[in-house]
């Protein structure tokens, strides 16, 4: 049995729709560990032959694979999991309505950073692909970290001199004419922090909420 992959990018619209229905979600989201489809159905609160429809469907997807086979009796149970502990559906998988390779725009607004970003999720997701099929690692590199500024003066600031400092490093790195030189895209951004709101356990988001009425 192999290790499940850490994170897996969803590229095409029919796997995302597919992704993204509430049933098989809550399924997928149960399958972090190998299961089988009785052990799932009871877990669930589903019928057998509508869970093992969903399992279809997902395996069809690359979503799902079968890790084990057991003999019961006349039977075989099979033991299912989900390819990876995490998704990311790339915005190539809207076709025409994802961001293009060159949306331009403000540096400064949020629209202009999640079209870069987008588009960073679109490239490494294909260099991975091809990296794969070649038996290749992909060449990255990712740098994060937090600053508390005391301004928006401090703010601007520290854009500014971030902008210099890439620019000083893209200088003196970039040789245009380097005989087997590969090209890299370099992204750097700077967004306010979000704290991660806690998330709601799968039982009690299945648990229909009681319709709303006037109290008396």
Known sequence: MGDTAALEVIRGAETAALLLQPTRRLVLENLGQPRSAAGLARLLGLPRQKLNYHLRELEREGLAECVEERRKGNCTERLLRATARAFVISPEALGALGPGPDEGGDRLSAA???????????????AEARGREAGKRVATFTLEGEVRFASAAARAAFAEELAAAVATLVGRYHDAHAPGGRRFRLLAVVHPHVSPEPAAPAAAARRPRPPKGRKT
């Open 112 to 126: 202009y950073l999640m079209a870069a970003a987008s588009r960073a999720v679109r490239d490494v997701a294909t």
